[in-house]
């Protein structure tokens, strides 16, 4: 390769390093960019809650379970981006569980409330196994009434509105094709008999079926102030729980915490850096502050592209990261320790490190690309802590095979083509 195109290959480099040196370090006064580019921290690193809700699911048929609990982290999801948070996480953990994680939340209470008044609406219709007893007041209206299978799922909008009569304020709600078909259904079933309004487990009214309701249109009646009827309209409108759900955990996490585990994941980053730096350029000399550089380089793009790409920082992430950089200098040793091979056999020092690179790149791309599909697993199966450290790890193998394959090449390269004598600087101890 020409000494120009190795110089522009160097340039090019210095100038990615320098543009990734910006996005890293913006908030600094001497960079002086105007739109900063901040990190995005985790539950573990910035404070926030840690919530575990569970599903009941005892009246909803087995094969619809599944579905059931993908609206519920559907509703959840849409509550909780309402919240401001940076990268709120619902997920599911099982068959009946949901975790809520709110990295950053300041008020954990008024965010447990406002998930827990997202209301469960259903419609039941009266249960022909049910005995009433001798005295109505003793009456279990859960089991007078058994459940339709139509719920706030099927519920497309609701609105206030003010009985015509001279009543107070009712809720008037519209159903979603399906639940519409559903709503018909059940009318038609059930004239000259009650059908039951479950709000939140608790009955509102039940009003007698006078005919086929085929419009999908009901209206809910109680006891309502025209407040406390538009605050049930909007968590309705908001999403309407398929399923009951209660909180079974809670862990919080203060934002004291959180920096405290932050600082000591820097600390270990940097010491980490440093002993391998050192072992670096004392083992393999110039060749090895190369790699030093290169690695510098590496750290920053890294850094860039967990802050462009929007990567959610969390302890596991870091850990990721600081295992890619071990993996990164691994790459140049096996480079250097050819190189070493193939300066014993004879051959002249530009030839020796052009033949080091090609024929390390075979041990290079097994492992990384080993490493590679490690972190597709992970990913892929993992939970949301175990799948943070896996798209760190993974963007640091990435960026280590840039710069062992093409950065440290370029330094040594540029660096032999404008020295008259380099043989002993690519030397390690056993050169």
Do not use: C
Request: hydrophobic residues 45%.
């Amino acid at each position: 390769m020409s000494r120009t195109r190795i110089l522009l290959k160097f340039v090019a480099i210095l100038v990615l390093a320098v543009l990734a040196g910006f996005v890293v370090f913006d908030k600094l006064p001497l960079v002086g960019i105007k739109t900063a580019f901040p990190f995005r921290l985790g539950l573990d690193l910035q404070g926030g809650t840690h919530l575990v809700y569970e599903g009941d699911l005892k009246d909803i048929p087995r094969a619809d379970r599944d579905e059931a609990m993908d609206a519920v982290r559907q509703v959840i999801e849409r509550r909780v981006n309402a919240f401001g948070v940076t990268e709120p996480l619902v997920q599911r953990a099982g068959d009946t569980r949901l975790i809520v994680e709110l990295p950053g939340i300041r008020d954990i209470n008024e965010a447990i409330k406002q998930i827990g008044l997202t209301p469960f609406l259903e419609f039941r219709e009266l249960d022909p196994d049910y005995t009433v007893p001798e005295n109505p007041q003793e009456a279990d209206f859960t089991k007078q009434f058994r459940p339709t299978g139509l719920s706030g799922k099927h519920l497309q909008r609701s609105e206030v509105v003010f009985n015509q009569s001279g009543g107070g304020p009712q809720i008037s709600l519209r159903f979603n094709s399906e639940g519409e078909k559903l709503f018909s259904q059940i009318t038609k079933n059930n004239i000259g008999r009650p059908v039951a309004i479950f709000l939140d487990g608790q009955i509102i009214s039940a009003p007698n079926v006078q005919s086929e309701i085929s419009s999908g249109e009901a209206v809910i009646s109680g006891n309502f102030t025209a407040e406390e009827a538009r605050q049930l309209a909007e968590r309705l409108n908001a999403g309407a729980l398929p399923v009951p759900i209660k909180l079974i955990h809670q862990q919080n996490i203060g934002p004291s915490l959180g920096q405290e585990s932050l600082k000591k994941s820097i600390v270990a980053g940097l010491v980490g850096f440093a002993i391998i730096a050192l072992f670096m350029i004392v083992y393999y000399r110039l060749s090895g502050l190369f790699a030093v550089m290169a690695l510098v380089v590496y750290a920053s793009l890294s850094l860039a592209i967990f802050k462009l790409g929007g990567v959610t920082l969390t302890l596991a992430g870091i850990t990721g990261f600081i295992l890619s950089v071990g993996m990164a200098v691994d790459a140049n040793i096996l480079v250097f320790e050819r190189l070493k091979d193939e300066l014993r056999a004879g051959e002249p020092l530009r030839t020796a490190l052009d033949h080091a690179f090609s024929r390390a790149w075979n041990a290079i791309r097994d492992s990384n690309v080993s490493s590679l599909i490690t972190v597709a697993i992970l990913a892929y199966f993992g939970t949301s802590l175990i799948r943070g450290f896996a798209i760190t790890l993974g963007i640091g193998v990435l960026a280590s095979m840039f710069t062992a394959l093409t950065v440290t090449r370029t330094f040594l390269r540029l660096f032999y083509s404008f020295s008259a004598q380099g043989g002993s600087a690519s030397g390690g101890k056993n050169t």
